[in-house]
C-alpha cells in the first residue's frame, strides 16, 4: 500500500543564475538527456527549461508508436537499443511507463512497397531485430476486419510485422523522466521561455528567459518542433522543416485491435489505446508553419482512409483531433550535434514524426556526449554535415517533399 | 430553403392528442410543446425485453419512459449511470443500437424496430457483475497505474492484458462489415428501407450503414443555432442582402425557448420561439437567402471561418447523414448555454439529473421524470423548472439555491411560495442516498452548517449555466472567467466571430433576440465592408435587460467524506482525484487532464472542462477567476467515420484505353492517380474453373486474379511458383504464366503498351531553351528536329527526378516527355526554378490531351507499315528518330526509343483517336500474334537492358553519378545553373558513395537458395550490410538470372563475386553468390534497337 502513497513527482525550484547545464526543452528528449546526466554522468547541476508544461509539445502529442523497424541499420540499431530502455526505465523510474509491446503491422499496397518491406525484414533479421513479411491472408488474422480484398481502391499487398514494438503512455514517459531527473537533482523550469542565447566569444555563456538571465557552461537544444526557432537565436540555420502532423481518437471500445497497423499509401496508422481510443495519425500537412491547428480536411481524410482498410471503423466515432509539430529534416534522419559553432552548445532535433519513440536513447547518448565531449559512435551517422556533404542516411528512399516546388 | 425536418410549432394537437386516462404508462398528459405522438407507437427491444416508444421520442427518452433508470455502467468503477443530460454532455447513455456501438441515446431518434443495448455491463446492467469494483476505488487514486503493477517487471503484461479488458466500452466486432463482402455503401443495405416509405428501416436507422452524402456550402453568414438568437441573427443578416446558413443540432429550431411554458409578456414562451422560427422559414422560402439546416450538429469552426458537421437524415431524406462544410464569412456563434454540474457526493447515481433533461422529458417528450423531487441548483431557469413540474404534477419536496438570499427572481420566489415549496437559499445538495438510484438526499448550507434529510427519487441538480464555448473556442476565441457571470467568456473575438444569445450570459428573452439582431446586422456589415456603425449596440438593447450574475460555487459542501464526488462522469474522475493529481504535482488544469483523464472521454471538455477548471484555482489557493480553461478541441459532437468518409469517391484516372485493356482481360492497379494495367490474366470466359467470386470485376472489368496467396508477383518469366506465401502475392500462377507470355511475345514478336500516363509537354517561347537548360542535366542545345535527345532532371542535391525525351520542333519550340510520376509537378517545377529570371516561355501540359502506345518486338515495324503509308524503315526513321505519321488518316507522333530493349514506335496520339489507332494496330498485326502488354512486363524488359526506373533503382542517398548515367550531365556549362550541378561536382570525387551496379546470379551448387533472391535482398560483405538488391529477375531470354543493386563504393567492381543474402523470409536465412556485371545484361550492343 505504500505505493500509493501520493507524493509530488518533481517539486518546483527557484531559478538559479547559473547552471553547469541548461537544457531548452521539456520534453522527452530534453528531460532524458537530464536524466542520464544526472544519475549516469553525475552532472546534477543541470535546468530544463520548459516554455509552457512539460510534455506540451511533441512528446504529448503524438500517438505513442514505439519501433525499430527503420530502413537502414544506423537507424535500426538505434531504436532497437531504444525499445529496450522501456523496460529499463520503468524500472529504475519506478513509474509505469506502460509498454504495449502489441507488435507493429506496416502494410504494403504494391509491388514496390513489398519490395521495401523485405528490405527491412532482410536488414532488421541480420542485425538481431525481430521482423517478418506477411502476406495479406496472415495480414488479415493479425488484424480482424482489415480488408484484403480487391475494393480498396489500394489492394493490400501484404505487410511488415515487426514484433519488437508497440505503444508506450507517451505522458507518463514525460512525467517518469522528471520524476527521475528531479529526484537526481535536475531543476525543471515550466513556464521558463527562452528568448535568446548569449555566447562568450567561442563558448555559449547563458541563456535570456522570460524569467531572466541564467549563465551555463553547456547548454543543449531539445525543443522540439521549436529547435529551429532556438538555434536561429545564434544565426544557425538548420536544415529542418516544421510541419504540422495531426492525430485524433475515437470513443473508446473494447480491445479488438491487437496490434498497431500503418498504411503507407493511406497516410495512416492506427493502434488502440489502453483506454480502448483508436488512436490514428499520420497525416502531414504540406506547408512549414508552426502552427499546431488541426483541420477539418484531415478529419475527413482520415476517415476516408479508414474505412477502405477496415469497414468495421464505418461504426466508430471520432471524438478528438489535435495536432502538433514534426521537425522534419531531408533524409528523415535526425540531427546530433555537439559543439556546434560554440563550445558547448549541443543540439538533438529533426526527429520529424520518429521524436517519441527516440527520446530515452537519444537522451542516453546526447548525454553521454555533453558530458564527455566526445561524440558516442551510436549517433555518428546524425551529424549535422551530410547534409553540406550530400550525404543523406537513407531513412527515407523516396526522394522527400515539404512544399510544392518539389 | 430549409433543409432537415423543420418542426417549427409542436405539431397539431390532434396528431398528439390522446383521450384523457388512456395514456401509457410513465407518460404525462402532453402539453402545448410535446413532440411526442402518441398515436404513432414504435416498438423496439431493450436487453430483449419489447417495449413500446413514439414517433418525436429518443431512444434515452422511451427507455426511461419504460422504467429504465440505469442505462449503463460507468468506465473504470462500474457504478449505475442512468439519464443525466439529454444533449450528449456524458457519456452514461452512450448504448449499442442496432449493432453499432457508442451510440448516444439522448440525441438518437427512435425509429420502428430498434434493438438497444447496454455498454460496459456484464449482464443486466441494474445488477452488473463488475459492480464490486466500485468497492476498491482507494486502490485507485489519480495515475494509480503508474505507480502499480510494473514491479516485479514479468508480472505487466499480465496487469496490462486485465487493464485492456476493462477498458472501453462499446463492443465493436470488427470482421462484420466483411461479411458478404458488402459495405454499406454500395446500397445493397443501406437503402434498403428508405425507399419502402413508412417507418420501418430495415436495419432499424444504423447510422454506419446507408447512404452518406455530403455538401459543400457557401454563405455569407453562418449562424450556429437556432435558437432566439440565432434565428434573430439569421434574419437580421438575411435583411441586409446576406446570403446565411443556419445549423441547429436539434430537429426543431427554437433552443431554450422550445419546451417553456410560462407566460412572458402576454404569450406562452415557446410561442415566441415558434412566431421567429416561421418568420425565418418563410423567408428563407421567400428570398432564397436564408438556408435552415435542423438535426444539424457543428462539429468545429476552423481557420478561415470553415463552420463543418452533419445533418441527420430523416424519413423523407435519401441519405443516414450527410457530412457538410460550410465557408463562411462570418460566423455568429448562437450555440447557447448548458447546465454546470453540481460536483457533490454521489452525483452519478441514476435519478440525478440536470433541471434541463427532467424539464424536457417533461415538456418534449411528456414523460414523467419522477414522483417525488428535490431540486439544488443556482439560476433562476431552474427554479422555473422547479414550479413547472410541480404545475405537472411531481411533488417538489424542497428546492436548495447556492445563491444567496435575494439573487432569486422575485415572482419565481413567489410561485414556489404559492406551491408551498420550501426555497432554501444558501443551500446545496451534499449527498445522494440510494443505491442504484437516488432515493433521497442530503442538503446543506454552502458554507457545510446544518443538514437536511429528505425522501426524493428525482434528485435535480446543476451549479448554474454554462455558455456552449466549443465553437468560439475552435474558431480561435481567447477565453477568460468573467466574474459577472462565473463562466468562460470570449476575452477576444476572432475577426469575423460574433456571439449572441443566452452564450454571453443574458437571460431575459427580448435581451437574448435583440443580440440575435445586433449579431446579425454586425455581421452583414462586417461582410459588405462597410465602416462600422454597430459599434455599440443601440439603443433599443439599453433598456434591456443585461447579462445576468452567476454562481460560483465549486461543488457541494461536505464533499468527499468518504463518498465520490465526480467531476468527470465518463473517466470516472472524482473530486478526490483531482485533488490527488494536484498533490502529485499537476496542479494546472492542463496537467491534471492528463494525469487524471479528466475531460478525455466521450463527453471531453463539455461536462467537466469548467468546473475543473474553477475546482484546481480553488485548490492552488487562487481566485477564481485565475481558473484557465483547457483546450476545447473538434469534434464538438463525435461524427461517424461513415459520416466523414462520405459516400467514398475513389478519384482516378483512366487512360483513353481503360476499356481496350479492361476488354483483354487487365489486372488494373493504382500507379499514382492513374488506374494501370498491370498485367493480362487470361480472359476468364476462356478458361473454366478460375474462381471469379472473389474478384468480382468491381474495378477490372474481367479481372481474372484470384486473390490469396499466389506467387507470380513480378516474378518474370521463371514462374517459380515456389516463391513462398510469404511474398505479397497478389495475383496467381496463370498471371505469371501470361506475364511470361506477355515478354516474350516483346521480345520475339511485338507487342503493345498503353503508356499514355507518360508526361507529354510542349514549351516554347524566346527563353525555351534557356529554362529546358536550366532544369534538364544535359546540354539541350543539341537538341534538333526529328531527333530524341535523351536526358534528365535532378534536384539540388543532384537526386534524378525525371528522364524522359526532348525534341526541338522547330525554332524556340520543344516537345519533351516525363515519367508519368513527375507528369503532375513538372509545370510547377519549371517555374520554381527560373523563377528570378523573368524569362519568356510558355509550358504547356499535353499529357491529358494525348494517348500514348508503345509498339515494341521485332515486328513492329511490320505493323506499322501496314497501317500507315508513310515511310518508316530504318534508313527513313532511325533509332532515336522522330517523325509526324498518318495512321488511317489520324496523325501522330512517333518516337523510335528503346526503353525495353526492342525495335519499338512510341506513338502520342491524340486522346480522342487513341482507341482508333489501338484498333488499327491489333488488327494489323492479329495474324502477327500481336498482344497487350502490361507495366509489370516492361518492368522486367527494361530491367534487362539495365535501364533504371526512378525510384526503383535510385533513392535519396544516391546521384546521377552514382547510378551510372553521369554521362548526361554537361558538366561544361556553368552558365544555365542547372539545378543539380554544384551537387554533382561536390561528390562527384567523394569516396564511398552508394554505385549502382549490376549482377549475374551464379547458378549450380555452392550458389546457394533455396530458390532464387529476390527485390530488397541484401548485399553483405564480411559482417557488414553494404548494399540491397533493388530488381532481380530470372530472364526466361538469357537463361539466367541477374539484377541490379545499390552497393557501397569498394564492394563491388566489375568482376567481384558479391555475396546476397536474404534473412527476413520465413524459410531463415539464404545466400546466394552473384558476379558483378556491366549492364546491360541483354543485347549489350544495342544491336536490336537500331535493327
Given at each position: ?60 502529442r503524438n500517438t505513442a508508436i514505439?519501433r ?32 504495449f509491446?502489441c507488435?507493429n503491422l506496416n502494410l ?35 488484424i480482424?476486419g482489415l ?19 508497440g505503444i508506450?503512455?507517451h ?74 502532423i495531426q492525430a485524433m481518437v475515437t470513443l473508446p471500445l473494447?480491445p479488438f485491435l491487437h496490434h498497431v497497423f500503418s498504411s503507407g499509401a493511406y497516410h495512416v496508422y492506427a493502434n488502440q489505446t489502453l483506454k480502448g481510443e483508436i488512436a490514428t495519425g499520420a497525416h502531414m ?9 488541426a483541420t477539418?480536411y484531415y478529419l475527413k481524410h482520415q476517415a476516408e482512409a479508414l474505412v477502405e482498410l477496415m469497414p468495421a471503423l464505418r461504426r466508430v466515432r471520432f471524438m478528438r483531433i489535435w495536432a502538433g509539430?514534426a ?26 514524426y520518429?521524436?517519441f ?50 | ?167 472501453g466500452?462499446?463492443?465493436l466486432?470488427p ?458 478541441r473538434p469534434p464538438?459532437?463525435p461524427p461517424s467515420l461513415a459520416?466523414l468518409a ?446
Open positions: 500500500m505504500n505505493r500509493l502513497k501520493l507524493r509530488r513527482l518533481w517539486s518546483p525550484t527557484p531559478l538559479k543564475r547559473h547552471y553547469d547545464t541548461i537544457i531548452i526543452g521539456g520534453g522527452v528528449h530534453g528531460l532524458a538527456t537530464a536524466y542520464c546526466l544526472a544519475r549516469t554522468h553525475g552532472i546534477r547541476d543541470v535546468a530544463v527549461l520548459e516554455s509552457q508544461y512539460i510534455g506540451f509539445g511533441g512528446s504529448g514505439v525499430a523497424n527503420q530502413r537502414t541499420p544506423e537507424n535500426v540499431r538505434f531504436y532497437a537499443e531504444g525499445l529496450k530502455l522501456w523496460r529499463v526505465l520503468t524500472d529504475e523510474l519506478d513509474f509505469n511507463l506502460m509498454f509491446n507488435g504494403g499496397h504494391s509491388e514496390a512497397a513489398m519490395n521495401a518491406f523485405r528490405l527491412a525484414a532482410n536488414t532488421h533479421s541480420f542485425l538481431g531485430v525481430k521482423s517478418e513479411v506477411l502476406d495479406p491472408q496472415q495480414c488479415a488474422e493479425a480482424p480488408d484484403i480484398s480487391d475494393r480498396p481502391a489500394f489492394p493490400i499487398h501484404g505487410g511488415l510485422f515487426h514484433p519488437p514494438g508506450v503512455r505522458d507518463a514517459v514525460v512525467w517518469g523522466l522528471a520524476k527521475g531527473a528531479a529526484a537526481h537533482g535536475v531543476h525543471i523550469h515550466q513556464g521558463c521561455e527562452v528568448r535568446g542565447i548569449d555566447t562568450d566569444g567561442a563558448r555559449v555563456a547563458g541563456v535570456r528567459t522570460s524569467l531572466g538571465r541564467v549563465g551555463c557552461n553547456r547548454l543543449g537544444i531539445m525543443a522540439g518542433g521549436y529547435s529551429t526557432a532556438v538555434a536561429a537565436m545564434l544565426g544557425i540555420e538548420l536544415p529542418i522543416h516544421p510541419l504540422t473494447k500537412d504540406p506547408q512549414v508553419n508552426y502552427t499546431t491547428d477539418a509539430l521537425d522534419m529534416t531531408p533524409d528523415m534522419a535526425p540531427i546530433l550535434e555537439g559543439n556546434l559553432g560554440y563550445d558547448g552548445l549541443y543540439l538533438d532535433a529533426g526527429w520529424g520518429f521524436g519513440k527516440s527520446g530515452p536513447v537519444a537522451g542516453k547518448y546526447m548525454a553521454e556526449y555533453m558530458a564527455t565531449g566526445e561524440r558516442p559512435e551510436m549517433i555518428r551517422a546524425f551529424q549535422l554535415k551530410r547534409f553540406l556533404e550530400n550525404r543523406y542516411s537513407g531513412e527515407t528512399a523516396a526522394v522527400m517533399k515539404y512544399g510544392h516546388w518539389d | 430553403m430549409a433543409v432537415g425536418r423543420v418542426d417549427v410549432g409542436s405539431g397539431s394537437p390532434e396528431s398528439r392528442g390522446r383521450r384523457e386516462g388512456s395514456l401509457p404508462p410513465g407518460r404525462l398528459t402532453p402539453g402545448p410543446t410535446c413532440r411526442v405522438d402518441f398515436s404513432w407507437p414504435l416498438a423496439f427491444r431493450f436487453l430483449g425485453r419489447s417495449m413500446t416508444g413514439f414517433a418525436g421520442d429518443t431512444v434515452a427518452s422511451a427507455l426511461y419512459a419504460n422504467g429504465v433508470r440505469v442505462f449503463g455502467r460507468s468506465l473504470k468503477y462500474h457504478r449505475p449511470r442512468g439519464l443525466y443530460s439529454m444533449e450528449g454532455e456524458s457519456s452514461n447513455t452512450l448504448m449499442e443500437i442496432d449493432g453499432v456501438p457508442n451510440e448516444c441515446a439522448e440525441t438518437t431518434e427512435l425509429r420502428e424496430g430498434m434493438s438497444v443495448r447496454a455498454q460496459n455491463v456484464r449482464g443486466d446492467p441494474k445488477t452488473d457483475r463488475f459492480a464490486f469494483i466500485d468497492a476498491f476505488d482507494r486502490l485507485m487514486p489519480a495515475g494509480f497505474y503508474y505507480r502499480l503493477f510494473h514491479r516485479p517487471y514479468g508480472l505487466w503484461p499480465l496487469f496490462q492484458n486485465g487493464l485492456r479488458r476493462m477498458a466500452t462499446g463492443v466486432d470482421r462484420r462489415e466483411l461479411e458478404g463482402g458488402g459495405r454499406g455503401r454500395s446500397g445493397t443495405r443501406g437503402r434498403a428501407g428508405v425507399g419502402a416509405g413508412g417507418g420501418a428501416r430495415a436495419d432499424g436507422g444504423s447510422r454506419a450503414n446507408g447512404v452518406q452524402a455530403e455538401r459543400y456550402l457557401n454563405a455569407a453568414v453562418a449562424v450556429i443555432g437556432g435558437g432566439p438568437a440565432g434565428m434573430a441573427a439569421a434574419l437580421a443578416a438575411a435583411e441586409s442582402g446576406m446570403r446565411v446558413c443556419l445549423f441547429e443540432r436539434r430537429r426543431w429550431l427554437g433552443g431554450h425557448l422550445a419546451w417553456r411554458a410560462r407566460e412572458f409578456a402576454g404569450e406562452p414562451i415557446h410561442r415566441r420561439g415558434e412566431g421567429l422560427a416561421a418568420l425565418l422559414l418563410s423567408r428563407s422560402r421567400a428570398a432564397g437567402l436564408v438556408k435552415v439546416f435542423t438535426s444539424s450538429p457543428v462539429t468545429g469552426v476552423w481557420g478561415e471561418n470553415l463552420v463543418t458537421g452533419f445533418t441527420v437524415g430523416g424519413e423523407d431524406h435519401p441519405f443516414r447523414e450527410c457530412h457538410w462544410e460550410c465557408r463562411a464569412k462570418v460566423v455568429v456563434v448562437a450555440s447557447g448555454c448548458m447546465e454546470r454540474p453540481l460536483v457533490f457526493n454521489h452525483n452519478d447515481r441514476p435519478g440525478v439529473m440536470q433541471a434541463g433533461t427532467a424539464w424536457r422529458l417533461a415538456r418534449t417528450h411528456a414523460v414523467s421524470p419522477g414522483k417525488v423531487a428535490v431540486f439544488s441548483v443556482a439560476d433562476d431557469l431552474s427554479l422555473e423548472v422547479a414550479v413547472d413540474l410541480a404545475d405537472l404534477g411531481v411533488e417538489v419536496r424542497a428546492v436548495a439555491d447556492a445563491r444567496e438570499v435575494g439573487r432569486q427572481d422575485p415572482p419565481l420566489v413567489a410561485a414556489l411560495e404559492e406551491r408551498g415549496i420550501p426555497l432554501l437559499t444558501g443551500w446545496a445538495v451534499s449527498r445522494s442516498i440510494g443505491r442504484r438510484w437516488v432515493t433521497g438526499c442530503e442538503l446543506r448550507a454552502v458554507n457545510g452548517s446544518g443538514s437536511r434529510r429528505l425522501r426524493c427519487d428525482l434528485l435535480v441538480a446543476n451549479a448554474g449555466w454554462q455558455p456552449r464555448i466549443g465553437a468560439l473556442a475552435t474558431a480561435g476565441a481567447r477565453l477568460a472567467y468573467c466574474t459577472h457571470t462565473h463562466t468562460f467568456q470570449p476575452a477576444e473575438l476572432p475577426d469575423g466571430v460574433f456571439t449572441a444569445g443566452s452564450l454571453t450570459g443574458l437571460r431575459d428573452p427580448r435581451s437574448i433576440e435583440a443580440s440575435g439582431r445586433l449579431a446579425g446586422s454586425r455581421a452583414a456589415e462586417w461582410c459588405s465592408g462597410a465602416a462600422p456603425r454597430l459599434a455599440t449596440a443601440p439603443r433599443e438593447c439599453e433598456s434591456l435587460p443585461a447579462p445576468e450574475p452567476g454562481c460560483d460555487i465549486r461543488h457541494g459542501p461536505a464533499i468527499g467524506r468518504g463518498a465520490k464526488a465526480f467531476v468527470d462522469l465518463d473517466e470516472d474522475g472524482t473530486y478526490k482525484n483531482v485533488v490527488e493529481s494536484a498533490v502529485q504535482g499537476f496542479d494546472v488544469p492542463e496537467l491534471a487532464k492528463r494525469f487524471g483523464g479528466f475531460g478525455l472521454g466521450p463527453g471531453q471538455y463539455r461536462v467537466t472542462g469548467q468546473n475543473l477548471a474553477m475546482i484546481m484555482a480553488d485548490l492552488g489557493g487562487d481566485p477564481v477567476e485565475a481558473a484557465s480553461p483547457t483546450t476545447v464538438l459532437v459520416t462520405g459516400p467514398g469517391h475513389d478519384v482516378h484516372k483512366r487512360t483513353p484505353l481503360h476499356g481496350e485493356l479492361a476488354a483483354r482481360g487487365a489486372v488494373f492497379r493504382r500507379a499514382g492517380p492513374w488506374q494501370r494495367a498491370r498485367y493480362f490474366g487470361a480472359d476468364p470466359r476462356l478458361a473454366p474453373g478460375v474462381d471469379r467470386g472473389s474478384v468480382g470485376g468491381r474495378r477490372s472489368g474481367r479481372g481474372s486474379a484470384k486473390i490469396g496467396r499466389g506467387s507470380a508477383d513480378a516474378d518474370c518469366g521463371g514462374a517459380k511458383a515456389s516463391r513462398g506465401s510469404a511474398e505479397a502475392g497478389r495475383g496467381s500462377a496463370k498471371a505469371g504464366r501470361g506475364l511470361r507470355d506477355e515478354i516474350l511475345n516483346v521480345r520475339r514478336n511485338v507487342g503493345l503498351l498503353d503508356s499514355s500516363p507518360l508526361g507529354k509537354f510542349r514549351i516554347f517561347g524566346p527563353d525555351a531553351l534557356r529554362a529546358l537548360q536550366r532544369v534538364y542535366i544535359s546540354d539541350l542545345s543539341k537538341a534538333r528536329p526529328g531527333r530524341c535527345k535523351y536526358s534528365a532532371m535532378c534536384n539540388d542535391m543532384a537526386h534524378v527526378l525525371d528522364d524522359g525525351a526532348i525534341i526541338q520542333d522547330s525554332e524556340r519550340n520543344y516537345y519533351f516527355t516525363t515519367s508519368s510520376g513527375r507528369a503532375g509537378s513538372t509545370v510547377e517545377w519549371f517555374r520554381y526554378h527560373t523563377r528570378h529570371d523573368g524569362w519568356d516561355y510558355h509550358l504547356v501540359n499535353l499529357t491529358d490531351a494525348f494517348g500514348s502506345i508503345n509498339l515494341a518486338g521485332p515486328n513492329a515495324r511490320g505493323v506499322l507499315e501496314r497501317v500507315t503509308g508513310d515511310d518508316v524503315s530504318n534508313e527513313a526513321f532511325p533509332y532515336m528518330g522522330c517523325r509526324r505519321i498518318t495512321l488511317g488518316g489520324v496523325e501522330v507522333r512517333c518516337l523510335r526509343l528503346g526503353f525495353v530493349g526492342e525495335l519499338s514506335y512510341e506513338l502520342h496520339v491524340p486522346s480522342s483517336y487513341c482507341q482508333f489507332v489501338w484498333g488499327q494496330l491489333m488488327d494489323a498485326g492479329a495474324d502477327l500474334g500481336i498482344r497487350p502488354f502490361g507495366l509489370e512486363a516492361q518492368y522486367c524488359l527494361r530491367a534487362e537492358k539495365g535501364h533504371v526506373i526512378v525510384g526503383a533503382e535510385s533513392e535519396a542517398r544516391v546521384t546521377l553519378t552514382d547510378l551510372g548515367m553521369g554521362w548526361l550531365w554537361d558538366r561544361e556549362d556553368t552558365a544555365s545553373k542547372k539545378v543539380g550541378a554544384p551537387a554533382l561536382r561536390a561528390c562527384e570525387k567523394q569516396p564511398g558513395r552508394m554505385k549502382l551496379v549490376g549482377f549475374r546470379v551464379e547458378e549450380g551448387a555452392g550458389s546457394g537458395g533455396p530458390g532464387s533472391p529476390r527485390d530488397g535482398a541484401l548485399v553483405v560483405d564480411g559482417g557488414e550490410i553494404v548494399g540491397y538488391v533493388c530488381t532481380t529477375r530470372r530472364s526466361e531470354v538469357l537463361g539466367w538470372q541477374y539484377g541490379m543493386a545499390l552497393v557501397r563504393e569498394g564492394h563491388a567492381v566489375r568482376g567481384d563475386r558479391i555475396r546476397i543474402r536474404e534473412d527476413g523470409g520465413r524459410g531463415g536465412r539464404a545466400t546466394w553468390s552473384a558476379t558483378v556485371v556491366d549492364p546491360p545484361f541483354y543485347d549489350p550492343a544495342g544491336e536490336r534497337l537500331r535493327a
